[in-house]
């Protein structure tokens, strides 16, 4: 019959055994560990408030100019992961560009989107198509597409900046260049991206569709979120888990925003808790107006307007709009690459 084998040797000849394959650069899978039932993120439930980050940026804003500074980004980092990020494979930074102040023109394989927290008017200019940057909207700068930031308003203007480097890094698949100028001439439009794609289901016909993964729409104005938001909240509409979430599509495919990252906004009522679920991707969520809470793998993470929290992956979580108005939530995952691989998975509690 055929069994598995029983062999016991004496322990020092394993050890010996072992050493001499260290040296040899040569690990024994069974004594290092395998899969675990089920993942277990290195990262931890976080919360960032703003009333710490707000003074924080002014003042790297009076310390550090954008002359030294490719990017004037303070990164929010996980008080458990290694690296400088919130989560295991997304960034949630904030930016800070000063009145007068232009953030030069480079390009690079990860890719990137702005949340707009402060400030009204500044832009950011993708492949020379340029795009106004008002509070509340998200701005896409996709993969290797050359962006600069310009603030050309008299007040800061400071967004939440998201990309996919820890991911990247880890893939090591990272580009970077340098544009020859330090911003890129500006083409035609005042907001053309959005001129063209930003009324779903119409599509311009004099220029072929695009071809590339991400979406061809790179502003998404919170003034149009809003308005389809509160429409369904009257119909009564909405996910137990999130309430009413949609999600930042892609408007030629209805896919996700970029290959990499998913975006959403959601609105949660005055009084609304949400049921705890889970989900094989890690979420990042800026709140963009409300006061609440959420429940996260059992930490209590009080949230009010602009603060920035983090969910790890396959950790429950619900959340709770405190406030006596509606809440108005943010988020970027990266749930587009765990569904690419097929390890994307969702739970519920109970
Ligand atoms: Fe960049």
Known sequence: MLQRSNIVSPEEELQDFYEELRAQHVTPAWISGGVGVEPKSKAVPYVWHWCDLRPQAMRAAQLVGTEQAERRVLRLHNPELEGSSASNTLVANIQIVMPGEIARAHRHSPSALRFIIEGSGGYTVVNGA???????????????????????TDAPMIWLDGLDTPLVRMLEAGFYEQYGEEAQPVGEGSDPSLAKYGVGGLRPVWEPAPTA?????????LSQARVALER???????????GVILEYTNPLTGGPTMP????????????????????????????????????????QLDWEDKDVFTVPTWTFHEHVNAGNRPAFLFSFTDAPVMKALDLYREEAQG
């Open 130 to 152: 340029r795009i106004p940057m008002f509070p509340g909207d998200l701005v896409l700068t996709p993969n290797w597409t050359w962006h600069d930031h310009a603030n050309d």
């Open 260 to 299: 990499t990252i998913a975006c959403y906004i959601q609105l949660l009522q005055p009084g609304e808790h949400t049921q705890a679920h889970r989900q094989v991707c890690c979420t990042n969520y800026h709140v963009i107006e409300g006061s609440g809470y959420s429940l996260v793998g059992g930490r």
């Open 232 to 242: 369904l909240a009257a119909e009564g509409a909405g996910s137990p888990f999130d």
């Open 213 to 221: 993964r991400y979406s061809p729409l790179w502003h998404y104005p």
